[in-house]
């Protein structure tokens, strides 16, 4: 599964995954609940969020009325979501990271044996298209010089 930072969910919309409870304050206490909602349906967008002792909980604030608490629990999101709004998780990050310390030669190495070697095979045949062209025109003239040297030894 997939693990995003909390800063990065910031200004994106939730959409439950399953029935959540909504808070009037960053407590899940049965008091404090307001609502729930339900499976598929936007939870709004996260506006900010608290850090407490029992987890996180995302802060909503409408346009109209008063803002609400949702707890992050694993599981109650869809993740699908985030990635369609463009979030990149902690191990995306990283992988670019790791990447990025790559030389351009490592990294088509990477590329290409991910792709199944079929970019190296193309590269090689290609070379070897231009290196026959590059030395075609010195082919010819050393052909045609020792057919000369021949015609001259055997006049």
Do not use: C
Request: glycine share 8%.
């Amino acid at each position: 599964m997939a693990t995003y930072s909390a800063n990065d969910i910031v200004g994106k919309s939730l959409i439950a995954k399953r029935t959540i409870p909504v808070f009037k304050l960053p407590a899940a206490t049965w008091n404090n609940r307001i609502g729930v909602v339900n499976k598929g349906n936007s939870v709004g967008v996260v506006y900010s969020y608290v850090q407490r002792p029992d987890g996180i909980y995302w802060m909503f604030k409408p346009k109209f009325g008063s803002t609400y608490y949702v707890k992050h629990n694993p599981g109650d999101f869809d993740l699908s979501n985030l990635q369609t709004q463009g979030v990149i998780s902690q191990e995306e990050k990283a992988e670019e990271e790791r990447r990025e310390e790559l030389s351009w030669w490592e990294r088509l190495k990477e590329d290409t044996a991910a792709a199944g070697g079929q970019f190296q095979k193309d590269i090689v045949k290609m070379g070897s298209i231009v290196l026959v062209i590059a030395l075609l025109p010195t082919i010819v003239r050393t052909i045609n010089q020792g057919s000369k040297m021949l015609l001259e030894k055997k006049k």
